[in-house]
């Protein structure tokens, strides 16, 4: 998969690993867990235990070959913030306390950072 037209570039993802995330569309839909991880090159994000998808591992060395459970990168588009206050998907704002930017639920106007 490789296109050297393709610069790698930054999106700007409104979650960050650790955040508590509801998926808004797809086969999980609904559901709440945390950002495992993001990856800001392709816009997507690993949510744990969520989008799980069965690969099949090819013996190597001393390990048997056999299917494995991982989760597999989802759009960041399908996942919004969940507030825990408002206890679902919430839309945020930005505010400054302490010199530090923080996200706050912009419904009920709870700290998420
Ligand atoms: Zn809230």
New binding site residues.
């Given amino acids: 998969m490789r296109n050297s037209k393709k610069t790698v570039e930054k999106h700007n993802i409104h979650v960050k690993s650790g955040d508590k995330v509801v998926v808004i569309s797809g086969k999980d839909k609904g559901k709440v867990s945390s950002v495992k991880k993001v990856i800001t090159s392709e816009n997507k994000v690993v949510v744990e235990g969520l989008n799980i998808v069965t690969k099949a591992q090819r013996a190597q060395g001393g390990n048997q070959g056999g299917l494995i459970k991982m989760e597999a990168a989802m759009d960041s588009s399908k996942v919004m913030l969940y ?6 998907a ?1 839309r945020i704002k930005y505010d400054v306390v302490d010199n530090k930017k923080v996200r706050i ?6 700290k ?1 950072d």
């Fill in positions: 507030c825990p206050a408002c206890e679902k919430t639920c912009k419904k009920c106007g709870e998420l």
